[in-house]
């Protein structure tokens, strides 16, 4: 009877039509939705993916990530004096302003990275080698400032110069990292060179980065740091959470989401509801004729709600088909932001399950409260 | 085996109405023999429907006897009731009830497949069915594409292709003009009466008396009198 119910389903066109895209809709704006929030919060966190220490050290204040709270120096000396620490280097960001050679300014998230270690730098590099960053008024430039640059007129290419702060910056080369959540390009240099460039205050020291000596994982070396007065330590995989954390509790971002994601589930509700409770409605007289015939009401079930999870299964597919479609368009230009983990697939399937299995439950119902008598009416 | 087919005595059916209760069936007694084309007969409103749905287990009564093919419905459970219409019974309703987004084909093979046949061997039987009901050619029409004689025809391949041992038909003819009428119980006495067989016709169409073997009359929820020969009722 399966096949009976499938052939019910699928032949009734208008209204097997009307289902998938109901639930193809839903699912496509869920997962859409979802797969854009979750991309800006990986944007939250560029700084720390960029970077990939194990373990950050920050002033005591800082809450997340992209906040900085300058420290001295010797903070420096201070974590290298805690057991357990194998290395750890000072890393510079702020936010500078670079000059264009047509006169025009754009803001800049500049890096200052150990200068004996380069530690932290870019993994991808398009152009150039990230060792040039030791040479006179060296900078590396990530795809964003490429980007902005030519929207203003301006190729970069290794060699280019530009100033930051009023000195010069020179091009040595090109890389490819996660966008910043402001959408600010990067610009690296070594630390030295950062304190040349960024504007003079008492403290400049944006982190400490550190890594564990063998035998120590980097939690521990994290409580062990902490210890010291006036500093947190956090380890990589928790500064990124807490840096999700704070922009899902402090800013309106997931309400906006979260709103539209509601909007899909509710469209879904609607029309995937409405119109699967008008299907099994018209289709009441049949069901009645098949149940005086003898089907028995599981069998009727089964019925309804494969029916039900049939067009919940293709507009699932026809909707994260279409979402995927447009995250694999977007990517190359990497805006708007998306990033779809498989959570994302599986919460919005768990949605279409609930949405189905509502809509089922409405038509079994109804199929239940039938008297097989009725078809004598 | 007792001989008779169906054996109905005294049944009474009640259903609520605000307070009280209506008395549809009030005391309504009939038998019906294993072979014989029984049909049902009486004004809108006596209770042939319901005494109907009684006899083939879609309703059950407040008191009285019920066996069918010596099987007490009364005091057999719901699912029992169940296998034991979708094994015993064949359906012919007033409207038809074909399913219009199946073919004729797959709509005579759906009481097959209930019954655990497979839907391929289901279907195969069903073609047989309709071929000698003379829908040979149409087996994979859709019901919109089919005259109402047609769709009767097609009914009546889903009411026999189980091989059912009780045909129950809903007013077989209310749906058609008087040609596909009285071809349609033609087609019905031919094909589905058997001597383990046999129909129950609820009808009021007083053009198909002739073919049954024996007419049942009713009135108020009561069967009135029991006629042998067709022509005894229609100059009664």
Redesign the interface.
Known sequence: ?L??AL??LF??RAKYAMLVCGLAFCSLLMCQQISVFCGIMMWTTSTVRNIGAPVWVVDAKVEQANEVIPMRQIEVERVRSVHGVAWAVPLYIGIEQARLTDGSFQNVQLTGLDTGTLTGRPMDMRAGRIEDLRLPNAVVVDQVAVEKFRQKGITIKLGTTFEINDKEARVVGICHVARSFLGQPYIYTTFDRAMEYAKPTRKQLSYVLAGPVSGVSDEELAARINKLPGLRAVAKDKLFWLTVWWYIKNTGIPISFGTVVLLGVIVGIAIAGQTFYLFVHD?L??L?????????MH?LAAMVLLQAFSVGFIGYGFGVGLASWFGNSVLAKETPPFYMPWQVPAFVALVLIFICGLSALIGLVKVARL???V??? | MSGLAINVADVVKSFPAGDSRTFALKGATLNARFGELMMIVGPSGCGKTTLLSVICGTLQCDEGTLTIFDHDLRRMKDADITKFRCENVGFIFQQFNLIPTLTAVENASIPLILNGVAPGKAEKRAGEVLAEVGLGDKLHSYPSQLSGGQLQRVAISRALVHAPRLIICDEPTASLDAAAGQKTLDLLKSSALQPDRCVIVVTHDNRIYHFADRIAEMEDGRVTGIYDDPKDYQHA
């Not at chain 1, 009645?288 to 028995?296: E, I, T």
């Open positions: 009877m096949g009976i052939k019910m032949r009734d289709n007289r049949y009645a004729a098949l149940k005086a015939m003898g089907a028995r069998t008297e097989p008598a078809v004598f009416r």
